[in-house]
């Protein structure tokens, strides 16, 4: 499970399911505002929207790496997060500064 809060409401998941069906469960979304919910030890919220997104994942792990393309052009690679990208964003983002020639984030001041 997990919660995000934002400026006018919280976002709450999720499921860890291997499937392409972007179909809302509302068996699914019931589970996770009642989970949530208990660990927050608040009230239940009402829902406001629910969405259902895919999180690609590789089984070796992220990919996150320089390389080249044919025609000489950098790019980055960095994918496979699965449903850790929010978590692992921030990470990922320093190490993509730091691919592309930046200093890291702990030398900026």
């Known amino acids: 499970m997990y919660a995000?809060?934002?400026?006018?409401?919280?976002?709450?998941?999720?499921?860890?399911?291997v499937s392409?069906?972007?179909?809302?469960?509302?068996?699914?979304?019931?589970?996770?505002v009642?989970?949530?919910?208990?660990?927050?030890?608040?009230?239940?919220p009402r829902v406001r929207a629910e969405r259902v997104g895919l999180r690609p994942f590789r089984k070796s792990g992220v990919r996150l790496e320089r390389g080249k393309l044919g025609d000489g052009r950098t790019v980055i690679q960095?994918?496979?997060?699965g449903g850790s990208g929010f978590t692992l964003s921030w990470g990922c983002a320093e190490e993509v500064f730091r691919l592309t020639g930046g200093p890291s984030v702990g030398a900026i001041g």
Do not use: Q
């Open 4 to 17: 995000i809060p934002r400026t006018n409401d919280c976002v709450f998941g999720g499921t860890n399911e």
């Open 20 to 32: 392409d069906n972007c179909e809302v469960d509302p068996t699914s979304t019931s589970r996770i």
């Open 34 to 44: 009642a989970e949530c919910s208990g660990i927050l030890k608040i009230d239940k």
């Open 78 to 81: 960095n994918y496979g997060h």
